[in-house]
């Protein structure tokens, strides 16, 4: 990515009036108050826009949109404490691994937060009003080793707890500094808000999901047999993402602190691998079918073959869209794998795994297998990355609508085709399993 620019307080502090155009919520805010930064490789198109002229061919700053909500909670912090109420929501990060930085998210709100840590009831939602849940949450931290005895850490031990939590709980943070905010592009994990290093962390009381609760005194119990057990008692798949993150699971002395991207990952893969086992063992459906949704500006295709079980994921960014935020052409990305799956890790990260398990959901809850490829176009709409659940649950909304169905795999592809920008000629060289159903004759057929 070259040397980064780093924009300071003072810089930005200068430029607040230009930016956003509310002046009581400037007002709010004393210049001494504002320590928030952003990030940008040397030479972007943001150095020279500054938020105005759109040069990055985004409806829409995200930086600006970012800016706002983050000092629409600060404006709420006062001085170095803060109180509200957790979703309840943790977060582990993975830089300095094997030592990280872990610890609560709380916004300075009373109440029941709880959708704030729930991305599958976000399906919906505009961009602001994600931006807005997942940015008014504070971060307070501590540094603390991943393989961190149970008892050996107070503020370890209250945040492993708050994360099993089934209810919102009342949090109280004592910073060591006034939280600051530092933006960053990461689509593997829900953005939160400013940030500070915790002096210490009050906790009120919790009612323990006792699913959750019973899965970590489960001493000799695999983690992943733990994950594979809560889904099947249908805990949602973020809940089980967060107590995995903070090593709620596993044999006692193997347990381990997991960074939130990687636990997200992770907790996707194991089920999704899991599911897999029974759909190779289910009837081929006999029929081609189309799916799709469109959400964010991310317009997901989904073909269903008449076929044994494959899978491949295709992710298309267009100019000005986040991971392709400066290019003058579509960037691609994809992953496939065959009938015995796949040994390596999917060069396209999480967003493969995601949709795996959203595919291998519904073949299952059908008793039925299948080849299944998907497309999706992330359009400039996307101005920024809010988490890859956004894949996972786009995926599961468009499997929960009737397909299309097709006699001929032809018909199927001119259809779905014909719903997206990029021309089929660009997917078919890209697509490892259209090579395979169009060009491979099977062995059948002799």
């Not at 200068?14 to 007002?27: F, G, R, T, W």
């Not at 940015?135 to 050996?152: A, C």
């Not at 997901?300 to 290019?327: H, K, R």
Request: overall charge positive; glycine content about 6%; aromatic content about 10%.
């Amino acid at each position: 990515m070259g040397k980064i620019t780093v924009f300071s307080r003072s810089r930005l502090g200068l430029d607040l009036a230009n930016l956003i155009d509310e002046p009581k919520l400037i007002a709010e805010l004393n210049p001494s108050d504002v320590n928030i930064s952003y990030k940008v490789p040397s030479g972007s198109l943001c150095v020279l826009c500054k938020g105005a002229r759109m040069l990055c061919g985004k409806s829409r700053c995200p930086i600006i949109v970012r800016l706002s909500h983050y000092m629409r909670t600060l404006v709420k912090v006062k001085g170095l404490n803060l109180d509200g109420s957790s979703p309840p929501s943790v977060f582990v990060g993975r830089f300095g691994y094997p030592y990280v930085f872990v610890g609560p998210l709380t916004p300075p709100v009373h109440g029941d937060t709880s959708i704030m840590d729930a991305p599958e009831l976000w399906l919906g939602k505009s961009i602001d009003e994600i931006a807005e849940i997942r940015l008014s949450l504070i971060r307070g931290n501590f540094r603390v080793k991943v393989d961190q005895p149970t008892g050996s850490n107070r503020l370890l031990d209250e945040v492993r707890d708050l994360a099993l939590s089934n209810l919102s709980v009342e949090v109280e943070m004592f910073f060591k500094k006034k939280p600051s905010g530092v933006f960053l592009m990461d689509d593997e994990v829900q953005p939160f808000g400013a940030s500070a290093p915790i002096e210490s962390l009050k906790i009120g009381s919790l009612r323990l999901d006792h699913r959750l609760d019973k899965a970590y005194h489960d001493y000799d119990l695999k983690a992943s047999d733990a994950v594979l057990e809560l889904y099947k008692s249908s805990i949602p798949v973020s809940k089980i993402q967060r107590a995995f993150s903070v090593g709620a699971f596993g044999e006692y002395k193997r347990r381990r602190l997991v960074p939130t991207r990687w636990s997200i990952t992770a907790v996707d893969s194991i089920i999704s691998n899991a599911l897999m086992e029974n759909v190779r063992r289910n009837p081929i459906i006999n029929e081609y079918r189309v799916y799709e949704s469109d959400y964010l500006d991310n317009r997901f295709e989904i073909l269903m073959i008449p076929d044994v079980w494959c899978y491949e994921s295709i992710e298309a960014w267009y100019p000005g869209t986040v991971w392709n935020p400066q290019g003058d052409r579509v960037v691609m990305y994809g992953d496939y794998e065959g009938f015995s799956g796949r040994t390596t890790y999917a060069d396209m990260g999480g967003c493969y795994y995601a949709a795996r398990l959203a595919v291998t959901e519904r073949l299952v809850a059908e008793q039925r297998q299948a080849s299944v490829l998907i497309l999706r176009e992330a359009h400039p709409g996307y101005i920024m990355p809010v988490g890859v659940w956004q894949v996972r649950e786009n995926v599961r909304n468009a499997l929960r609508k009737p397909p299309l169905k097709f006699n001929r795999l032809e018909d199927a592809l001119e259809y779905m085709f014909s719903k997206l920008s990029i021309p089929r000629g660009v997917w078919m060289r890209k697509s490892t399993l259209l090579k395979q159903v169009l060009h491979q004759r099977k062995i059948t057929s002799f």
